[in-house]
């Protein structure tokens, strides 16, 4: 079992020269995930080794049990505005029930295939929410930036600004040029040394220059958090009441869907840069695991990250297997440095996260999406505003809901039902809309284009301009419905009334019906109610037989019968319909 496990497809082919791989870009990753795995747990509100132990279980656990080749999971930026409104409405100990539960939803997702459902969310909400928390992690950061003192961090973010404003006077030189040592040899480091990471090089030089010229003057994880262990916790389960699930679900589930969301686009990104596929539900189980099991460590809630990944497979990784070192290089560097992380000054880490917030900050694509002037800008900027505004869970909730409102309405101004006739001064004999004109109708027979779907938004429209249009009572209802994809139980409910009110005094044809809206009608009887021998596949043979079952009488002298060009009268009175091919040709 352990076996079949451990080499499924993933780690094949694997080989010496594999591992090599996987040792340099695991090493690699991992170096770069220390600070970052800090910073992010700061940010978020808890302490620093918090951070660190979820890069090393969480990263562990999402290679050996998720679906993707590549990711490299752990505490990423996306999680920060979430996560430090729950410590600071709940506290660090129900984070981790939060934690642990939005990783069971996360399990339960993938185990009931929901991985393929997450793809449908729009894009507008996902860049709106992305963009709402870059600014809000950046603008999280200025204190430390600044060197600010005093600084009360609220979850409201007017009041927060408020509050830099407030403490502008305790601005500290010192930290400024920390920052921006930092800052620079993260910028300058990738363009001189590709394969060396940027934010580790700029906090050591940042962090030796502090200590070695102006040692005191700077706040470092030290003397804001203590010094950090330098050994992983020993497992501790969270008291859970019934009480503290209630409260934390809906934390939970934002968790849950943030990660589900970020894992896979990660996973996405991995797929592009190396043609491979992921399998999405095995990914959403993964992540589920590592969350269950990580605040068991007193860790933070992981997911996929972007950066880190591509990082992994730039450098070269083979498999799953490097994201298994890069846990265990960064459990080696807690063992024997964790002591001289505590001399990082806060300055140092603030502009690792500013850089993080700006390249998350998808502003190209924001940019596009803002300039089409569509609906889907106004979901982007609703679902943007109110991220930095107000809180991600109402953002996404809103954001949502207004797409799905907007969708609809788009349906239904996409949704066409108009009257039509034969045009027979074409030798195509095309059925047109615009044949319909006053003093041009026919009282025996009325066609209706019916396009777009027949769903909840437009089924009662449809019913109310048909029935409102056939008043004069025509011995046929002829419905073309072959650009009708879609057919709902709500749309079958109002063509069910169309069909019982018609059938009174008339006969419904009904053409082209595809897949979808012919299998709706099965299942709820309707297409029996009809009548197999009234569908037809093209418009030509509905029209047939709708003329061989006309009353004659009423097309003697008619001014106004469209077909009066397609029929012609016996002697006897009998209707002749001139040859088929005639509207063989009418779709």
Request: aromatic share 8%; charged share 15%; hydrophobic share 45%.
């Given at each position: 079992m352990?076996?079949k496990?451990?080499?499924?497809?993933r780690?094949?082919?694997?080989?010496?020269?594999?591992l090599?791989?996987?040792l340099?870009s695991?090493?690699?990753?991992?170096?770069?995930?220390?600070p970052?795995?800090?910073?992010f747990?700061?940010?978020s509100?808890?302490?620093p080794?918090y951070g660190?132990?979820?890069?090393i279980?969480a990263?562990?656990?999402?290679?050996?049990f998720g679906?993707s080749?590549?990711?490299?999971?752990?505490?990423?930026?996306a999680f920060?505005p979430?996560?430090?409104?729950?410590?600071?409405?709940?506290?660090?100990?129900?984070?981790?029930?939060a934690?642990?539960m939005?990783?069971?939803?996360?399990?339960?997702?993938?185990v009931?295939?929901?991985g393929?459902?997450i793809?449908?969310?729009?894009r507008?909400?996902?860049?709106?929410?992305?963009?709402?928390?870059?600014?809000?992690?950046?603008?999280?950061?200025?204190?430390?930036?600044?060197?600010?003192?005093?600084?009360?961090?609220?979850?409201?973010?007017?009041?927060n600004?408020?509050e830099?404003?407030?403490?502008?006077?305790?601005?500290?030189?010192?930290?400024?040029?920390?920052a921006?040592?930092?800052?620079?040899?993260?910028?300058?480091?990738?363009?001189?040394?590709?394969?060396?990471?940027?934010p580790?090089?700029?906090?050591?030089?940042?962090t030796i220059v502090?200590?070695l010229l102006?040692?005191?003057?700077?706040?470092t994880i030290?003397t804001?958090?203590g010094?950090?262990p330098?050994s992983l916790p020993?497992?501790?389960?969270p008291k859970?009441?019934?009480s503290?699930?209630?409260?934390?679900?809906?934390?939970?589930?934002?968790?849950?869907?943030?990660?589900g969301i970020e894992?896979?686009l990660?996973?996405?990104?991995?797929?592009?840069?190396?043609?491979?596929?992921h399998?999405?539900?095995?990914?959403?189980?993964?992540?589920?695991?590592?969350?269950?099991?990580?605040?068991?460590?007193g860790g933070?809630?992981?997911t996929g990250?972007?950066?880190?990944?591509?990082t992994?497979?730039?450098n070269?990784?083979a498999s799953?297997l490097?994201?298994?070192?890069h846990?265990?290089?960064?459990l080696?560097?807690?063992?024997?440095?964790?002591?001289?992380?505590s001399?990082i000054?806060?300055?140092?880490?603030?502009?690792?996260?500013?850089?993080v917030?700006w390249?998350?900050?998808?502003?190209?694509?924001f940019?596009h999406?803002?300039?089409?002037?569509?609906?889907?800008?106004l979901?982007?900027?609703?679902t943007?505003l109110?991220?930095?505004?107000?809180?991600?869970?109402?953002?996404?909730?809103?954001?949502?809901?207004?797409?799905?409102?907007?969708?609809?309405?788009?349906m239904?101004?996409?949704q066409?039902?108009?009257?039509?006739?034969?045009n027979l001064n074409?030798a195509?004999?095309k059925?047109?809309?615009?044949?319909?004109?006053?003093g041009?109708?026919?009282p025996q027979?009325?066609?209706?284009?019916?396009?777009?779907?027949?769903?909840?938004g437009?089924?009662q429209t449809?019913?109310?301009?048909?029935?409102?249009?056939?008043?004069?009572k025509?011995?046929v209802?002829?419905?073309?419905?072959?650009?009708?994809?879609?057919?709902?139980?709500?749309?079958?409910?109002?063509?069910t009334?169309?069909?019982?009110?018609?059938?009174?005094?008339?006969t419904i044809?009904?053409?082209?019906?595809?897949?979808?809206p012919?299998?709706?009608?099965k299942k709820?009887g309707?297409?029996?109610?009809?009548?197999?021998e009234?569908?037809?596949k093209?418009?030509g043979?509905?029209?047939?037989?709708?003329?061989?079952?006309?009353?004659?009488?009423k097309c003697?002298?008619?001014?106004?019968?469209?077909?009066?060009?397609?029929?012609?009268?016996?002697?006897?009175?009998?209707?002749?319909?001139e040859p088929k091919?005639v509207?063989?040709?009418?779709n």
């Amino acid at each position: 079992m352990y076996q079949k496990f451990l080499f499924d497809e993933r780690f094949q082919p694997y080989s010496w020269q594999t591992l090599q791989k996987d040792l340099i870009s695991g090493i690699i990753v991992g170096i770069i995930a220390i600070p970052l795995g800090m910073a992010f747990a700061i940010a978020s509100g808890v302490k620093p080794e918090y951070g660190i132990y979820t890069t090393i279980i969480a990263g562990i656990l999402i290679s050996l049990f998720g679906g993707s080749k590549f990711q490299i999971g752990g505490p990423t930026g996306a999680f920060i505005p979430i996560l430090f409104g729950i410590v600071m409405s709940y506290g660090y100990e129900n984070l981790l029930v939060a934690g642990i539960m939005a990783g069971i939803i996360l399990v339960l997702m993938g185990v009931f295939k929901l991985g393929s459902l997450i793809k449908y969310i729009p894009r507008p909400v996902t860049i709106g929410f992305t963009a709402g928390i870059a600014v809000t992690i950046f603008t999280g950061q200025i204190a430390s930036f600044l060197g600010l003192t005093g600084v009360e961090k609220k979850e409201s973010f007017i009041e927060n600004m408020a509050e830099l404003f407030h403490q502008l006077s305790t601005v500290n030189i010192y930290s400024i040029v920390t920052a921006v040592i930092c800052l620079i040899t993260m910028l300058i480091t990738p363009k001189l040394f590709p394969k060396v990471p940027g934010p580790l090089i700029g906090i050591l030089l940042s962090t030796i220059v502090a200590v070695l010229l102006y040692p005191g003057q700077v706040a470092t994880i030290g003397t804001a958090y203590g010094e950090i262990p330098n050994s992983l916790p020993s497992i501790t389960f969270p008291k859970v009441e019934f009480s503290t699930i209630q409260q934390l679900i809906g934390p939970a589930l934002v968790i849950a869907l943030l990660g589900g969301i970020e894992s896979l686009l990660s996973a996405v990104v991995a797929d592009g840069m190396t043609n491979t596929r992921h399998n999405s539900n095995k990914e959403l189980i993964g992540q589920g695991i590592a969350n269950i099991v990580t605040p068991l460590f007193g860790g933070i809630p992981a997911t996929g990250a972007i950066a880190r990944t591509a990082t992994n497979i730039k450098n070269g990784a083979a498999s799953p297997l490097s994201g298994v070192i890069h846990g265990i290089v960064v459990l080696v560097i807690l063992m024997i440095f964790a002591p001289y992380a505590s001399h990082i000054p806060l300055a140092s880490l603030a502009p690792v996260l500013m850089v993080v917030a700006w390249n998350m900050s998808e502003r190209h694509i924001f940019s596009h999406i803002l300039k089409t002037k569509t609906s889907d800008s106004l979901v982007l900027v609703v679902t943007f505003l109110l991220t930095v505004f107000i809180d991600l869970t109402t953002a996404v909730e809103v954001g949502l809901l207004l797409a799905v409102i907007l969708f609809t309405k788009r349906m239904v101004d996409a949704q066409v039902i108009a009257k039509a006739l034969p045009n027979l001064n074409k030798a195509s004999k095309k059925v047109e809309t615009q044949m319909v004109y006053d003093g041009h109708d026919c009282p025996q027979i009325t066609i209706y284009n019916v396009e777009g779907p027949l769903f909840f938004g437009v089924a009662q429209t449809f019913q109310q301009t048909i029935l409102n249009t056939i008043n004069h009572k025509p011995s046929v209802l002829l419905l073309r419905m072959g650009k009708v994809p879609f057919i709902d139980i709500t749309g079958e409910a109002n063509l069910t009334s169309i069909v019982k009110n018609f059938s009174k005094h008339g006969t419904i044809l009904i053409s082209g019906l595809n897949d979808q809206p012919e299998e709706m009608l099965k299942k709820t009887g309707l297409y029996d109610l009809i009548g197999e021998e009234h569908f037809f596949k093209h418009t030509g043979d509905a029209i047939h037989y709708a003329l061989n079952h006309l009353d004659t009488s009423k097309c003697l002298g008619c001014k106004h019968f469209a077909f009066s060009e397609c029929i012609s009268l016996s002697s006897s009175k009998e209707l002749v319909v001139e040859p088929k091919k005639v509207y063989t040709s009418i779709n």
